[in-house]
């Protein structure tokens, strides 16, 4: 599920600690069908034994329990714990709906409790701390750090908040100078090897093409799913979001290839070929609509590989483009609420697909600068530049949305570029 917890076979190990009058057992039977293991338990003078014998990663603690030494559990968890707590409450009284709002939680759950919300809240816990460890891939010292246990300390309510503690996560891997800002990312993008090119050339002839094609055949229309790749006016992205590569893979097919099952197979041989994880909830991939172009052309002349496949006289062409991590991946920030948006990544007089904030350094808040769907004007943009202003952030929820945008800005970049000097490309190439 969650990247460092999912390198073991075993389950996610779920610790409820319920009130004596809460049935949770069709809860259990939900959770325990899926990659949870849940265990439960009513009397808090166990718990805290059972926690340090069994170590679950989550704890889910009921507000609503009739004994008050519930308020005194997660102080006595964190000196021995490294779980996630999450408050919840199967009670609908005004008190105990009231007690949950005020606890400083950032992740909680509200009645009727069930094993559909309950996998939500995890789902969205996997999504953060996926982002989290894409940051700590490129930290510029994480190479030199040995990972450490997600340390706790019962101090203040405020602590037990889950920013809190994906942010001291990070700290073990992170530089004192990287956190005065934000986690820095490298600017500069690492072109592939001559070697990996031809691992990947190699490996593409041998089971990639075969496979495509197979896909191929499997669809059933015969007219071509293009015109021709010199007439492309759509495309599709798969990021790349590796510790040793960052860019794009895309790809136009004149064929009808389904896009949505070669997207695993592509994403298996960059990881093969260049290095990475094999794992799914990472594959982002994505249709982009461009400016009508030469895509052969622009491939030989703009991407670093591209590897091309002929099936019934209709052609499939598949190209690399290296970016920087600065330009692919998302950067969080501190309290992992926000991403940071560097400035010149606006583009004027476009609707954005994402919330546009200022941090406001005075209060430590964040205002909203531009709503989401709205134009950002060049008068918006130039002011940012006359308050040296380099970066604005946009909430977490905006993150698949970013890295779209990031993708579309990057691939029109390269086009326009390419635009430039099409004209003066011998006929011959």
């Known amino acids: 599920m969650i990247n460092h917890m999912a390198e073991t076979e075993s389950k996610t190990l779920l610790y409820f600690i319920k009130s004596p009058d809460h049935d949770l057992k069709s809860i259990e039977t939900f959770l325990n069908k899926r990659e949870f293991q849940v265990m439960s338990e009513s009397n808090l003078q166990l718990v805290v034994s059972q926690i340090e014998k069994h170590k679950p990663q989550f704890i889910f603690l009921a507000l609503d329990h009739h004994d008050p030494a519930i308020n005194t559990i997660p102080n006595l968890i964190y000196p021995i714990s490294s779980a996630i707590v999450i408050p919840y409450t199967n009670s609908t009284s005004i008190r105990d709906i009231s007690r949950l709002d005020q606890s400083q939680y950032e992740h909680k759950l509200y009645p009727p409790l069930s094993g559909p919300s309950i996998q939500r809240v995890l789902n969205k816990l996997a999504q953060t701390v996926q982002l989290i460890d894409q940051s700590m891939l490129f930290s510029k010292d994480s190479a030199d750090n040995t990972p450490q246990v997600m340390s706790h300390s019962p101090a203040t309510t405020d602590q037990n908040s889950i920013e809190k503690e994906i942010r001291n996560h990070f700290l073990n891997f992170a530089t004192k100078d990287q956190l005065t800002t934000t986690y820095s990312l490298p600017k500069i993008e690492k072109k592939l090897s001559q070697e990996q090119k031809n691992n990947l050339e190699h490996s593409f002839e041998q089971q990639v093409k075969p496979d495509l094609i197979d896909l ?16 492309v006016k759509s495309i599709h992205v798969l990021i790349i979001q590796e510790k040793n590569w960052t860019g794009y893979l895309t790809i136009a097919s004149e064929n009808h290839l389904e896009f949505n099952l070669a997207k695993n197979i592509l994403h298996n041989w960059v990881c093969d070929n260049i290095g990475g994880q094999h794992n799914e909830s990472q594959i982002l991939f994505m249709q982009l609509d461009i400016p009508q172009i030469n895509y052969q052309k622009f491939c030989k002349l703009k991407s670093d590989f591209s590897q091309n496949l002929t099936y019934n006289g209709q052609q499939t062409l598949i190209a ?33 697909p994402f919330e546009v904030c200022l941090f406001l350094p005075e209060n430590n808040k964040f205002l909203n600068y531009i709503h989401l769907g709205s134009t950002m004007g060049d008068t918006q943009i130039y002011r940012l530049h006359a308050r040296n202003i380099s970066h604005v952030y946009s909430p977490f929820e905006y993150n698949h949305a970013l890295l779209r945008y990031k993708a579309e800005f990057n691939i029109y970049s390269l086009i326009d570029s390419y635009d430039s000097i099409k004209n003066t490309i011998p006929k011959s190439s």
């Open 216 to 231: 191929i055949k499997a669809n059933k229309q015969t007219t071509p799913q293009l015109d021709q790749l010199f007439e």
């Open 320 to 352: 690399f483009f290296a970016f920087s991590p600065f330009e692919v991946i998302n950067t969080p920030t501190e309290n992992f609420n926000y991403i940071e948006v560097p400035v010149e990544f606006l583009k004027p007089k476009t609707n954005l």
